[in-house]
């Protein structure tokens, strides 16, 4: 699985961005997603993960209540929805694959089999 994460950019405090990660296929739907973060000087760290069938949902609790994940299998992709931005949400995005999560390992990197490349978000004060 080929992963393509974008959507990133520069937005000021208060506002939203949708990152978007596209895989390549045929077992795309198949793989649980995620979304990962690392901001500069510091350790990537889980924001979100949902599973193949889009039924479970897990949250950083440092992002609950103002991202959204979701996916489309017909589109082969996964949404990161991000409202109320905070200067600290500032890093690089990453979306993952991983072909099992469960809440005893979603947020460990080493969970997922396939990195996309990231994307850049700026969060302005």
């Known amino acids: 699985v080929q992963l393509q994460a974008y959507g990133g950019g520069l937005v000021q405090a208060g506002g939203f961005l949708r990152l978007s990660c596209t895989a390549s296929g045929r077992t795309y739907g198949s793989y649980d997603m995620g979304w990962f973060r690392q901001a500069p000087g510091k350790e990537r760290e889980f924001v979100a993960a949902?599973?193949?069938?889009?039924?479970?949902?897990w949250y950083a609790d440092s992002v609950k209540g103002r991202f959204t994940i979701s996916r489309d299998n017909a589109k082969n992709t996964v949404y990161l929805q991000m409202n109320s931005l905070k200067p600290e949400d500032t890093a690089v995005y990453y979306c993952?694959?991983?072909?099992?999560?469960?809440?005893?390992?979603?947020?460990?990197?080493?969970?997922?089999?396939?990195w996309g490349q990231g994307t850049l978000v700026t969060v302005s004060s």
């Open positions: 993952a694959a991983s072909q099992f999560l469960y809440s005893g390992n979603n947020a460990n990197t080493r969970a997922y089999d396939f």
């Open positions: 949902i599973s193949s069938s889009g039924g479970i949902i």
